[in-house]
């Protein structure tokens, strides 16, 4: 695993497809173990079927690598997703940390971002209330 090939994988400009199955499987371990702040799955085949159903549930998406830094068995991939999704455009910056196995692949694949201030922010009412809370409790 190097920058580059993470930079190829994290990359998914708006109107391209996403990685293929395939793409996936060469990167990835059988029993990898996946988790965001709204889900988590074992195996590459939920994995893969996590993949799909956020670019099924998308008008479109977006994927913007930024920083990359490996050291050892680790990997770490700054990145923004956009999320189009019925004419209105979410923005999540967010990191993923990647776990190799002695192979090379990825065998554990955390994503770190905030969900809920992109998600309901631009919200009417809601996002003023979101807004509010995170004034409260981080601000």
Known sequence: MDAATLQVLFTKPY????P?????????DEAVHFQDPTQEHHGIDAYLKAQQDLLRRCDDVLLKPGAIAIT?????????MGLKIKGIEFIYPGTTRLLLNDAG?????R????????TFGPVPVLGGVVRWIYRRFVG
């Open 111 to 118: 994503d770190y971002f905030d969900f809920v201030g992109p």
């Open 20 to 28: 293929s199955a395939e793409q996936w499987r060469a990167l990835y």
């Open 15 to 18: 109107g391209a497809p996403g």
């Open 72 to 80: 050892g068995d680790t990997a770490f991939v700054e990145w923004e």
């Open 105 to 109: 692949r990825i065998v554990d694949h």
